[in-house]
């Protein structure tokens, strides 16, 4: 068996470890990300219902429900609902915006993966109130939401706010595939240097930035390194012009962002030199230049490179990075096969937990991806 089908069997033998009577939990292990997580269930998920195993089947059904029994009472998709460990505090986080648009791509994932429509209906106003509270994100009325600072994924590293390329990436795709086409393409026509707000696609530089905001007589709020997941979900998902989609993925290879695997978190690393940075940041975990957030190798990003790819049709250079995720993902600081958080951007030796779910359920999105030469659920 070659590496990328024993790498398909040990992940979902990962994902099936994450699964609770309340859904996906992050990681794998009792020392882990025990809770359920908007964003890390829904991207484990998206890619691990294209497996048809009904364990799966029942634990995305399960975190649907869990996220969609705790969203506020304005629409809010809760970012962590942690009240399964006894040794913490139960609590119900909020404070992001990338989880509304995670739920609803992954309400449109099980609804394809499963031929069904019963949850569509059953969590029909949880969906209108998710993507109402979004459209009350969007105080400049340009059709655009804005965020604060630390308010997706990227928790605590690097400053990303206002228009943020992350959250129109996924805004985008959960309009397009619920049908809702004149504020999609809306959305694409401006991310892609066609409206008011400050150009989102650098020329010069060949990718989307990670955030625009206000322009003040010329000098413009925004941030200047690569964003390797806002730039490949912007691809994935089509919010990308096919040139300017081209131009991504030729900046990927030529400052090997994808090295030694897919795929780097930023580029370049910031240091505290950088006109980017924030006092805090030494604080945090990515304090270090090539770990973490900054800069470091995340597997879950590289699911996303090998469908943005696909998307580009470019199935061949898909299938090699296909390859060299599944070696990542085999890495393991004990064992093989520990589908590891993180990996260090310069030496690709693993680190973070282990047995994260979306290191597994993204390495399934881009297995099916190329087997299919489409993007799962979202063409």
């Not at 292990?29 to 089947?57: F, H, P, Q």
């Not at 069904?116 to 979004?134: C, S």
């Not at 401006?190 to 409206?195: F, L, P």
């Not at 030494?282 to 943005?308: Q, T």
Request: glycine share 8%; hydrophobic share 40%.
């Amino acid at each position: 068996m070659d590496v990328i089908e024993r790498a398909r069997l040990e992940a979902v033998k990962t994902i099936l470890k994450c699964t609770t009577s309340n859904g996906l939990f992050a990681s794998g292990t009792s020392k882990g990300y025990t809770s359920v997580w908007a964003r890390d269930s829904m991207i484990s998920l998206i890619g691990a219902c294209n497996e048809k195993d009904s364990a799966i089947k029942k634990a995305f059904a399960e975190t649907l429900e869990t996220l969609a029994k705790h969203q506020s009472i304005h629409g809010q998709i809760p970012n962590c609902v942690d009240l399964f460990d006894p040794r913490r505090i139960p609590q119900v986080t909020f404070a992001t915006l990338d989880s509304n648009a995670w739920f609803l791509l992954g309400e449109i994932a099980f609804s394809k993966a499963y031929k069904t429509g019963a949850l569509l209906k059953k969590h029909k106003k949880n969906i209108e109130r998710a993507f109402q509270w979004l459209d009350f994100q969007d105080a400049g009325e340009d059709g655009l939401p804005e965020q604060q600072p630390t308010s997706d994924w990227q928790d605590a590293f690097p400053h990303n706010y206002g228009h943020v390329l992350n959250t129109q990436a996924l805004y985008f795709g959960a309009l397009k595939n619920f049908g809702k086409t004149k504020k999609a393409e809306k959305v694409k026509k401006i991310v892609n240097n066609g409206g008011r707000i400050p150009d989102f696609f650098d020329h010069h530089k060949g990718f989307y930035l990670p955030y625009v905001w206000k322009d003040h007589a010329g000098i413009i709020e925004r941030g200047y390194w690569f964003d390797s997941l806002a730039n490949c979900l912007a691809i994935a998902f089509g919010l990308a012009e096919s040139p300017h989609a081209e131009r991504v993925l030729e900046h990927i290879e030529k400052f090997k962002i994808n090295r030694p695997f897919p795929l780097k978190s930023i580029f370049p690393a910031l240091t505290p030199k950088s006109e980017f940075w924030h006092s805090y940041f030494s604080k945090c975990d990515a304090r270090e230049p090539l770990h973490y957030l900054n800069g470091g190798i995340w597997p879950m990003i590289g699911g996303f490179y090998v469908a943005a790819l696909v998307r580009q049709k470019k199935f061949s250079k898909a299938k090699k990075q296909l390859e060299r995720l599944a070696l990542a993902n085999k890495q393991g600081k004990e064992t093989q096969w520990e589908f590891n958080e993180w990996l260090d951007g310069k030496t690709g030796k693993p680190k973070g937990g282990v047995y994260q779910a979306w290191s597994a359920g993204s390495y399934l999105f881009a297995y099916h991806c190329v087997k299919k030469k489409k993007v799962a659920w979202f063409e």
